[in-house]
């Protein structure tokens, strides 16, 4: 079985710039989740789907960050305009019917 | 959310059982316990969890005190790649209410 899969891995970006980050869950996953993991601290949610509505994004800053799941499979997270905090590492996590929710390798992104 | 204590960090030599701490005081009667580990640039990893009885898997055993108020991650023969963050997460049994909140975990360190 095909893990989550997520790119890119890294990226490194100026301060006002956007950045997008995709997300492919595991085949049948209907929930859908993105974690910002800033260094030295846990995971954080930012965004819970289930198909293509969202359940919870009360942590996401929305005034910057959006994230959508057209089709209820594939998911993209964008930041737009980047500011030197959100230099993190972003996860993408799927859960199907079980209780355990499968990450991603996430993507690590610099913002100088 | 309810919250979870754990140390720090803890440090093991190879090969032996490793006996993983964690209190939740105020854990309510519809709250799993779960535990996750996250090796070096890798996305969290499920480990196991559990409501009231002990659980074991091929990863991991869980023993939930009887107040429900503490339990213990044993890992029952340490190798070098269980070096890892492990983080106890206390998480609402409701629908649509899967997300996980994580606290700053474990750093297990493993001796040779």
């Known amino acids: 079985e095909a893990g989550v899969a997520q790119s890119p891995r890294y990226k490194i970006i100026e301060k006002r710039q956007s950045v997008a980050f995709w997300c492919n869950p595991i085949?049948?996953?209907?929930?859908l989740y993105w974690y910002q993991q800033i260094l030295g601290q846990g995971p954080k949610l930012l965004i819970q789907f289930q198909n293509n509505g969202v359940v919870d994004d009360s942590q996401l800053p929305k005034d910057r960050f959006s994230a959508e799941r057209l089709k209820g499979v594939d998911s993209t997270l964008k930041i737009q305009p980047a500011k030197l905090e959100d230099s993190a590492v972003y996860l993408c996590?799927?859960?199907?019917?079980?209780?355990?929710?499968?990450f991603g390798p996430g993507t690590r992104l610099t913002v100088t | 959310d309810a919250k979870t204590t754990q140390p720090n960090s803890m440090e093991s030599n190879e090969e032996e059982p490793v006996h993983l701490p964690c209190n939740h005081s105020?854990?309510?009667?519809?709250?799993?316990i779960h535990w996750y580990r996250q090796l070096p640039s890798q996305g969290p990893e499920y480990v196991i969890h559990g409501l009231t009885s002990n659980v074991n898997n091929r990863m991991a055993s869980l023993a939930i005190a009887e107040d429900r108020k503490s339990s213990t991650l044993i890992l029952h023969r340490a190798t070098l790649r269980d070096a890892a963050v492990y983080y106890c997460i206390l998480r609402f049994s409701g629908f649509g209410n899967e997300k996980l909140t994580f606290g700053t975990g474990t750093r297990l360190t493993i001796i040779p």
């Open positions: 996590a799927s859960s199907g019917d079980r209780d355990e929710q499968y």
């Open positions: 105020t854990i309510s009667g519809t709250d799993y």
């Open positions: 085949s049948g996953h209907a929930t």
